[in-house]
């Protein structure tokens, strides 16, 4: 719902709505203290879509620094899933929400090679913009 009523809002140019929305969703990020997996899907994914489509990305800067208090690493592993369905877009957050925890991408990119005999984009893009320090 949050998705639609924000695009309505960019298409038709109703400026003070598509203010409201992102108030709302930075408030909904502000509000998480021990979010399920489907709260932080939801917002990261309302986030990441924000900053892909409007280039705006204080929702999104927003959350990263909120989950940063936390351990991630859980989120950013079911999230990732199989490689494959990702786009660097979702894995250029990822890897800023994991920060220095590189390891967490290490068995997500040994799974995904088990099955390949050559690298995948997502791959390639992963393995140079890791952070392995």
Known sequence: MFRELHKLAAVFEVNWLIE???N????????????????????????LFIAKRWKITRPMNLLLAKLAMAD???????????LSDRNTHQLR????????KSTIFSNVMSRDLQYRTSLTDNLRYL???INFY
């Open 20 to 22: 409201e929305c992102r």
């Open 24 to 47: 709302w969703l930075c408030k909904k990020i502000q509000q998480i203290s021990t979010p399920t997996y489907s709260t932080l899907f939801f917002l990261f994914e309302e986030c």
């Open 72 to 82: 991630s690493s859980q989120f950013i592993t079911r999230y990732i899933g199989n």
């Open 93 to 100: 957050y990822l890897l800023k929400l994991a920060g220095t």
């Open 127 to 129: 393995l140079k913009n």
